[in-house]
C-alpha cells in the first residue's frame, strides 16, 4: 500500500532540503547509520521493524540536520517553536526564574503536560516551578534547550495521549529526542543579533561520531554565549528582553556488540551561567523599604543570576530472547539551580545600619539559595511480533518500571531573606529582586513509582489496524491509577487513510508543585508581612486544611485523515478533543481582605496571606493539524510548498475548591490566572513555506501566522480595566544558503524581516510591567543571522 506520510516527508524536505531524513511515522534509519541490523521503534508504538509502516496515531518526524547546519535559531526550544505549528515556546521577561529556563508545551497545554524523552527514556524535568510569568504558571516543564541541536538526530513528536502507553506527563503528547551516533564529523559556527543591535548569539557547536568495536560512538560539544537584548523605553531603567545565557554543553551517545546484544549508553553534561534583570527600584518612593538613599541614589535594578546545572546519562542493554527483543535499561537525571542576586541590597540591613549611626549600607550581592530534583527510572521492555496470529499478525509488548524522586530546596545566606531590624520602621527583609530560600522552606522530599503495562497492537487486514494498551501505575505518595488507550486506522482507498484514537490518561504532581516552599517579606499597610507559598503538606497547608495534591486526570479522543492522492501533493487533518479533570493550579493569595477567617488562623503561624497548589480545575481543549505539501518544478528548478496549522481553544470548564477554600473560587482562579490557562499561547498558528533550490543556493522563506490572545490584568474587569487584547500578527523569515561543496555551506538571513511586534497594552496593567507580554514571537523585532557548516 502506498504510505499516507508522503506529506511530512515534503514538509521536512521544504523545511530542511534534500537532506532531510524521511517524514514517515518510523524514522527508520538504517545500517548505514548505526551499523547494525537492529530494529527501529517509533513513539506511539511499541512495535519493532526495519521497515517503514504506518501508525494509528500523528506522529511528526522532525530531522534537525538541516536546523543544526543552516537554521536561524540557535536553541532546540526556539527551533521547534518555528518548525512544528503545535508546538509552542516564549521567552519571558520580569519572571523571575521562568526568565532562565524557557518552558515549552504541546497543543496549547501545560508545559508539564507533555513527556519527554530521549532516545526512547524518559527525561527528567527542570527543577524550576514557574511561579511569574505569563506561560505555565505553577507548572514544571523539560528544559529542551539542555540538549545542543547538534547532536539531535530527529524528533518525534506524538501529537496523541499517551499515558497508557508511556506513563505520567503524556497527557497532550510525547517528544522522543533521537540522538546521531553516525560516523563522521561537521561543526557549525553562528552569529546573530536583534535589529537593534543587542542580544548578540555566538554559537560553536561540532560533532564526531567513531566506528568502535563493530558499533557507534557519538560525541558532541557546544558553547553558547546568548547576549542580553533591552526593549525598554528611554528613561525606564528596567531591562526588559531576553535574558542573558552562557552555555557549555557536551553530549555521548552510542552503541556497541557486547555478547549476544549490544550496549548503548548516553551521557550530557550542561553548565548554564544565566541572568535576567528583575523589576526596577527607584531613587524616591522606593526610599527606604525597597532602596538606600547610600547605595542607589538613582535607583536599580537587581540582577537575578542562575547557575544551572543539568546532568542526564542512559545505560542498557538489549538482546534477542528466542523470538523476543529483551531491553533493560537504567536513566539518570539531575536539574540544580542556584540563585546569586548582584546589584541588589537587603533594605532592612541598610536601614538597620542608617540607625546605628552608618551610611545606610548593605551586601549588594547575595546568595538566594536553590533547588534540584533528580529522577532515576529503571525500565523492562519486552516485544515480539506474530505473524499471521489475529488476522494478518500481532504485536506484544509489554513491561515494567520503577522511578524514584528527590527535591530538594536550599536555603539562601541569611543576608537574602532576613528582617534585619524587625520592627516594621525600616525596609523590606530580603534580598531585592528575588528573596532568598529561609531555613524554613528548606525542602528533602522523596517518592517512588511502580509501573506495569502491556500494549497491543494488530494488523487486522491489509487495510486495517488495531492498537490497545493499559498501564498500571502506583505511586508512594499519593496511590495507583489505571489508563488505557485504543487507537485504529482504516484505508479506504489507496490514497486515503482513517485514523482515530481513545484514551484516558494522567499525570502525577511533581515534587516541585508538591512540596515548593517560598517565604518573602512584604510591607502591607505599612506592617512587614510574611507572604508564603506553600505546600498543602506543609504546616501552613495544613492549619488551612488543605488535602496532599493528587493526580490530574484526562481523556483524550483524536479523529485524523491523510489524504495522498499522488507523489507531489498531500494533505493531513487530525481533529483532538481533551478533557483533564482536577488540574493543579497555583491559587491566588488568600489574606485578611478576601478571607479573613483563614487569615486568623494563618496569623497563629506568623504569615499574613498565602498560596497553594491544589488539584481545583476542569479544563476541555479541542483543536485541528493540519498539514498540506506540494512540489513542483518552477523554472527547470524544485520548489516546494508546504502549510502547517495548528488552531486550538483551552476552556476552563469547573473549578472546584478545596473545602477548605469553598466559597473563594474567585480568589484561587481570578479572571486574570484563568486567562494565563485559556490563553498564554495563542490560539492558532500557522506556518506557510516556500523553498526554492537552484543550483548551488537553496533559498527559503516563510511566513508565520500567530493568532490572538487575550490576557487579563492587574486591575481586572471588575474595576473597568478592560482586557489586554493581542491582535492577530503575521510575520516571516528569509533565508539563504550557498554550498561551496558538499562539505561546507553557508547561510545567512533574517527572522521576522517585517520588525513585527505584538500589539501595545497599559505597562501598568502587564504581567512583566512593559507594553508588550511574552506573547506570540516575543517582543525583540527583527533578528539576522550568518552560520557556516562544514563537513569533514
Known amino acids: 500500500m502506498s504510505s499516507p ?281 522606593d526610599i527606604p523599604t525597597r532602596n538606600s538613599a547610600a547605595m542607589y541614589p538613582n535607583g536599580f535594578v537587581p540582577f537575578i543570576n542562575g547557575d544551572l546545572d543539568d546532568r542526564y546519562a542512559i545505560f542498557g542493554y538489549k538482546q534477542k530472547v528466542g523470538d523476543w527483543n529483551a531491553d533493560l535499561s537504567q536513566t539518570y537525571g539531575y536539574n540544580r539551580l542556584k540563585y546569586n542576586i548582584s546589584n541588589t541590597l537587603n533594605a532592612s540591613i541598610a536601614n538597620l545600619d542608617l540607625l546605628n549611626g552608618g551610611q545606610g549600607i548593605s551586601p549588594s550581592s547575595l546568595n538566594a539559595g536553590g533547588f534540584s530534583f533528580q529522577q532515576s527510572t529503571t525500565n523492562f521492555d519486552m516485544n515480539r511480533y506474530f505473524e499471521g496470529l489475529v488476522g494478518e499478525g500481532l504485536n506484544v509488548a509489554f513491561g515494567a518500571e520503577y522511578r524514584a524522586e528527590k527535591y530538594k530546596i536550599f536555603a539562601g545566606e541569611p543576608g537574602s531573606y532576613i528582617d534585619a531590624d524587625g520592627v516594621g520602621i525600616g525596609g523590606n527583609a530580603g534580598s531585592q529582586g528575588f528573596p532568598g530560600f529561609r531555613p524554613g522552606d528548606a525542602t528533602d522530599a522523596k517518592r517512588h513509582s511502580n509501573a506495569a503495562y502491556i500494549d497491543l497492537e494488530a494488523d487486522l487486514t491489509q487495510k486495517a489496524r488495531l492498537q490497545g494498551a493499559l498501564r498500571w501505575e502506583k505511586y508512594s505518595d499519593f496511590g495507583s491509577t489505571v489508563t488505557g488507550k485504543i487507537a485504529g486506522s482504516y484505508r479506504v482507498a489507496d490514497p486515503v487513510l482513517l485514523r482515530a484514537s481513545a484514551s484516558t490518561g494522567f499525570r502525577a504532581p511533581s515534587l516541585q508543585q508538591a512540596y515548593f516552599s517560598s517565604t518573602y517579606t512584604d510591607f502591607v499597610g505599612g506592617v512587614p508581612t510574611d507572604i508564603s507559598i506553600t505546600p498543602a503538606v506543609g504546616p501552613v497547608g495544613k492549619v488551612a486544611g488543605l488535602d496532599p495534591l493528587k493526580e490530574e486526570k484526562s481523556r483524550s479522543f483524536t479523529l485524523g485523515a491523510t489524504w495522498t492522492p499522488n507523489s507531489d501533493l498531500s494533505v493531513t487533518a487530525d481533529l483532538y478533543h481533551i478533557k483533564i479533570k482536577d488540574r493543579i493550579v497555583l491559587s491566588g493569595q488568600f489574606n485578611q481582605e478576601n478571607y479573613p477567617a483563614l487569615a486568623d488562623r494563618l496569623a497563629t503561624m506568623g504569615v499574613g496571606a498565602a498560596q497553594f497548589f491544589v488539584n481545583s480545575i476542569d479544563t476541555k481543549t479541542q483543536g485541528l493539524d493540519l498539514t498540506a505539501s506540494h512540489k513542483s518544478t518552477v523554472f527547470g528548478n524544485k520548489l516546494t510548498t508546504f502549510l502547517a496549522a495548528n488552531i486550538s481553544k483551552t476552556e476552563v470548564t469547573d473549578i472546584h475548591a478545596p473545602a477548605a477554600l469553598q466559597g473563594f473560587e474567585d480568589v484561587l482562579l481570578s479572571e486574570r490566572e484563568r486567562l494565563f490557562l485559556e490563553q498564554g499561547g495563542p490560539r492558532r498558528k500557522a506556518t506557510l513555506g516556500f523553498d526554492y533550490v537552484t543550483g548551488a543556493l537553496e533559498t527559503n522563506f516563510k511566513i508565520i501566522h500567530f493568532g490572538p490572545q487575550t490576557l487579563g490584568t492587574w486591575s481586572g474587569t471588575a474595576a473597568g480595566v478592560p482586557n489586554q487584547k493581542y491582535e492577530a500578527k503575521t510575520s516571516a523569515d528569509l533565508g539563504f544558503t550557498y554550498a561551496f561543496s558538499k562539505n561546507a555551506k553557508l547561510s545567512f538571513g533574517a527572522a521576522n524581516i517585517f520588525d513585527v511586534h505584538p500589539t501595545p497594552q497599559d505597562p501598568n496593567e502587564t504581567d512583566n510591567g512593559f507594553k508588550y507580554e511574552s506573547v506570540q514571537f516575543g517582543l525583540n523585532g527583527v533578528a539576522y543571522f550568518a552560520r557556516l557548516h562544514v563537513k569533514f
Not at 18 to 36: F, M
Not at 149 to 161: E, P, S
Request: hydrophobic share 35%; net charge positive.
Open 5 to 285: 506520510s508522503i506529506l511530512r516527508k515534503a514538509v521536512l524536505t521544504a523545511l530542511y532540503g534534500a537532506s532531510a531524513l524521511s517524514a514517515l511515522p518510523v524514522a527508520a534509519q538504517t545500517r548505514a547509520d548505526s551499523g547494525d541490523m537492529t530494529v527501529v521503534n517509533v513513539v506511539g508504538s511499541r512495535r519493532a521493524t526495519s521497515s517503514l509502516t504506518d501508525t494509528v496515531a500523528p506522529v511528526d518526524v522532525i530531522s534537525l540536520t538541516k536546523a543544526s547546519e543552516q537554521g536561524a535559531q540557535f536553541d532546540l526550544a526556539q527551533t521547534l517553536t518555528f518548525i512544528s505549528p503545535s508546538f509552542n515556546s516564549t521567552r519571558q521577561t520580569g519572571a523571575d526564574g521562568a526568565d532562565l529556563v524557557d518552558s515549552a508545551a504541546l497543543r496549547g497545554l501545560s508545559s508539564d503536560q507533555t513527556l519527554v524523552l530521549v532516545n526512547g527514556k524518559r527525561r527528567h524535568t527542570s527543577s524550576l516551578v514557574n511561579i511569574f510569568g505569563a506561560r505555565n504558571r505553577g507548572a514544571t516543564g523539560t528544559d529542551m534547550n539542555a540538549i545542543p541541536v547538534m547532536a539531535i538526530k530527529d524528533v518525534q513528536v506524538l501529537r496523541d495521549g499517551a499515558a497508557a502507553q508511556y506513563g505520567s506527563d503524556a497527557i497532550a503528547g510525547v517528544m522522543d529526542i533521537g540522538l546521531k551516533k553516525n560516523v563522521g564529523c561537521e561543526s557549525a559556527v553562528g552569529y546573530g543579533q536583534y535589529g537593534a543591535g543587542d542580544g548578540k548569539n555566538w554559537l560553536a557547536s561540532a560533532y564526531c561520531g567513531f566506528a568502535v568495536a563493530g558499533g557507534t560512538v557519538g560525541i558532541t560539544g557546544e558553547y553558547l554565549d546568548r547576549g542580553r537584548s533591552n526593549r525598554a523605553e528611554d528613561g525606564n531603567p528596567r531591562t526588559i528582553g531576553d535574558s542573558k545565557s552562557k552555555n557549555k554543553t557536551v553530549y555521548v551517545n552510542g552503541e556497541i556488540p557486547a555478547g549476544p546484544g549490544r550496549v548503548y549508553f548516553t551521557g550530557g553534561v550542561q553548565q548554564r551561567d544565566a541572568s535576567s534583570g528583575a523589576w526596577a527600584r527607584n531613587g524616591t518612593d
